[in-house]
């Protein structure tokens, strides 16, 4: 049974992306129940101090699931949620990729692949320089793995023994075709992570993994994830990657999100 | 005291008052901050040789509201890592600073993947960079004062090689040296030390330049030489500031000369004043390049 609440956020997200005839849907539905129980149960944010370096904190690493974020934080209050629909407008705040200096609540500007683990890393490292008891979460792709950045910065993390530091990894194998990764679980805990494996579109799973206690390394999330999850034509077909929906796909897709 | 000294000593001082300074070494430099290391564990660590991550985690401890540094090399600063500051220092705009050694080819006998005439020219690709070429030790002490806490992402370009004597340097600011009606020579940073002794009894204005980025269009523009003649001296790629100096003097017709590092892999090893030789980067030379100059 579907949850009415990502439903509404799919529907949301299939709009905006309808309306710019742009966007990274399939991506965006990969991340969403992840980003969705993080900002619900999980992080400590206040909507009306973004950016507040003194609370829990969120990057975004593969920054073309935009959508997804754009959404949930919407959803709670960062900006009203009829920003959504000007997503890739000229004047928009709102682009493909998010940018830290328009979006109330996206804590770095993403895009660039390999880019915010490592921004993710500096800000656990720089907590914990500044005794600050925060926790810093980020979200990576599985394709975004290929990048040599995200290994240095597993290591870096590791050694530094970054327990404010936890990573979530959105496996929805899309880039299998180009390079196999392997047990990601395995490689991580190799590195000196703890790690955890769980089904991503499980919302109590996924609270019960955020909610794990690692005090003294850096916590792996590996998410299993399906790439356009809950809209049948898009679930892991690499046609729809960026692809927006046209007047008819809109309707239908609406439909099955109803 | 050479630069890298000078740089030891100044962010070891800057350390003990500014409880934001974070210092990344990518294991380039250890043993001079061997002191800082005891004194300031958990603010100066030796992140290891992975420099684009080291950008990038900079940039994190940037949005923490602290301020880093970044020491190592100059082609594996900027070049490995362009994007990283590109993206993750220049376009979200946060302040850190990219402190490298190594200038052009100061390593020169380790030959040419330690080689980094481009740094100057690459970085000034990134809205809002600031950079900065001092000629002496202490000038890269005052202008490291000057500009480290302000807010942009800023390069220093630490040299092997200094001029003989400091100028009274300012952050963004160039000095003029001497004022001539025959021709405008613009120096940058350690090249100075081959200029001053070429423009001995010659009717030719000096200025020098320590921030190239943001430039100073004023000075160059208020002391122009009549002549509308400039000779640039550049320790990096030849013709980097070119276009710098044609939008100072814009709508004035200028003659733009320049001696600098060629864009050729320099394959041969030694000293860097073999290089230098090589290049042109000599007072000899910069004389006769004035001279024809005039005489053109």
């Not at chain 1, 709009?15 to 129940?33: I, K, M, R, T, Y």
């Amino acid at each position: 049974m579907p949850n009415k609440k990502i439903s509404k956020l799919k529907r949301q997200i299939v709009q905006a992306s309808h309306f710019a005839g742009e966007g990274h849907v399939p991506s965006a539905f990969s991340v969403l129940d992840l980003l969705w129980v993080l900002y619900d149960r999980v992080l400590k944010f206040d909507a009306g101090r973004p950016n507040d370096v003194m609370l829990d904190r969120f990057v975004l690493s593969k920054g073309h699931a935009s959508l997804a974020l754009y959404a949930v934080l919407a959803e709670k209050g960062f900006f009203r949620p009829d920003n959504l629909d000007t997503f890739c407008k000229y004047d928009s705040a709102l682009g493909g990729h998010p940018d830290c200096n328009k979006v109330p609540g996206v804590e770095a500007s993403t895009g660039s692949l390999g880019h915010g683990f490592p921004i993710a890393l500096g800000m656990a490292l720089g907590s914990k320089i500044r005794q600050i008891e925060n926790r810093i979460y980020c979200l990576i792709g599985d394709g975004e793995c290929n990048e040599g950045t995200i290994w240095e910065s597993a290591l870096l993390a590791a050694h530094h023994q970054l327990s404010n530091l936890c990573c979530i990894v959105d496996h929805n194998h899309s880039t299998d075709r180009a390079l196999e990764l392997g047990d990601l679980a395995a490689k991580f805990q190799s590195f000196g992570w703890e790690t955890l494996t769980i089904p991503g579109h499980d919302h109590e799973e996924i609270n019960r993994a955020l909610n794990h206690r690692h005090p003294s390394s850096p916590l792996l999330i590996v998410a299993e994830t399906t790439k356009g999850y809950g809209v049948k034509r898009m679930e892991n077909d690499p046609a729809w990657h960026h692809r927006a929906p046209n007047d008819r796909e809109f309707k239908e897709i609406l439909e099955e999100l109803s | 005291m050479s630069m890298r000294k000078q740089f030891v000593k100044t962010i070891e001082s800057l350390l003990t008052f500014d409880k934001k300074l974070v210092l990344l070494l990518g294991d380039i430099g250890v043993f001079g901050f061997h002191n800082a290391f005891k004194e300031f564990a958990n603010r100066v660590l030796n992140v290891g040789i992975l420099e684009p991550s080291t950008v990038s985690l900079a940039s994190g401890l940037a949005k923490s509201e602290l301020i880093p540094i970044i020491h190592t090399i100059a082609p594996f600063l900027v070049e490995r890592s362009f994007e990283q500051i590109k993206i993750d220092f220049g376009y979200q705009c946060l302040g850190g600073n990219f402190v490298s050694v190594g200038a052009s080819y100061d390593y020169a006998s380790l030959g040419c993947t330690h080689h980094c005439p481009s740094d100057v020219g690459v970085l000034q690709n990134i809205p809002g960079m600031e950079i900065v070429v001092p000629g002496t030790a202490a000038e890269f002490d005052a202008l490291f004062q000057q500009g480290y806490a302000n807010g942009h992402p800023t390069y220093y370009r630490l040299s092997e090689r200094e001029n003989l004597s400091s100028q009274p340097v300012r952050f963004g600011q160039a000095n003029v040296i001497k004022k001539g009606s025959l021709a405008t020579v613009v120096a940058v940073g350690p090249v100075l030390q081959h200029v001053l002794p070429a423009l001995e009894n010659l009717d030719v204005g000096l200025l020098y330049y320590t921030t190239v980025e943001p430039f100073d269009y004023q000075t160059l523009r208020e002391n122009l030489a009549t002549s509308g003649k400039v000779l640039l001296i550049e320790p990096f790629y030849s013709g980097t500031l070119t276009h710098k100096v044609c939008q100072a003097v814009k709508p004035r017709p200028v003659a733009v000369e320049s001696v600098g590092v060629p864009r050729e892999f320099l394959t041969r090893y030694g000293h860097a004043a073999d290089h230098d030789e090589l290049v042109g980067l000599t007072a000899k030379n910069v004389r006769a390049r004035v001279e024809a100059l005039i005489n053109a």
